[in-house]
């Protein structure tokens, strides 16, 4: 049983920054691979950003050199730091758990717009 939060999204000007955040409970937080996906309006979910439970990271083409994922698991949370944003980069973004089944936060929106 876990659950996600995500916060931290919002609107912001190209070539601005946001982190948003993920916040989990439940007591298997720290052995899980996390994820974060972003979905635009009319398009699939796709995959941004990707950190195991030692710490080693994937990101998707698209962002590398911009974005960083991060966790601290004495917090419970996982983090993507998001920087030289583009409009491209408008979509909803949610947070994912990779356990025994698959957990899904509900979403916050990011807006990069002038």
């Known amino acids: 049983q876990v659950q996600l939060v995500e916060s931290g999204g919002g609107l912001v000007q190209p070539g601005g920054s946001l982190r948003l955040t993920c916040a989990a409970s439940?007591?298997?937080?720290?052995?899980?691979?996390m994820y974060w996906y972003r979905q635009a309006p009319g398009k699939q979910r796709d995959l941004v950003a990707a950190?195991?439970?030692?710490?080693?990271?994937n990101y998707a083409d698209s962002v590398k050199g911009r974005f960083t994922i991060s966790r601290d698991n004495a917090k419970n949370t996982v983090y993507l730091q998001m920087n030289s944003l583009k409009p491209e980069d408008t979509a909803v973004y949610y947070c994912?758990?990779?356990?025994?089944?698959?957990?899904w936060g509900q979403g916050t929106q990011v807006t990069v717009s002038s």
């Open positions: 994912k758990a990779d356990l025994r089944k698959p957990y």
């Open positions: 439940g007591t298997a937080f720290s052995i899980s691979t």
């Open positions: 950190i195991t439970s030692g710490g080693s990271t």
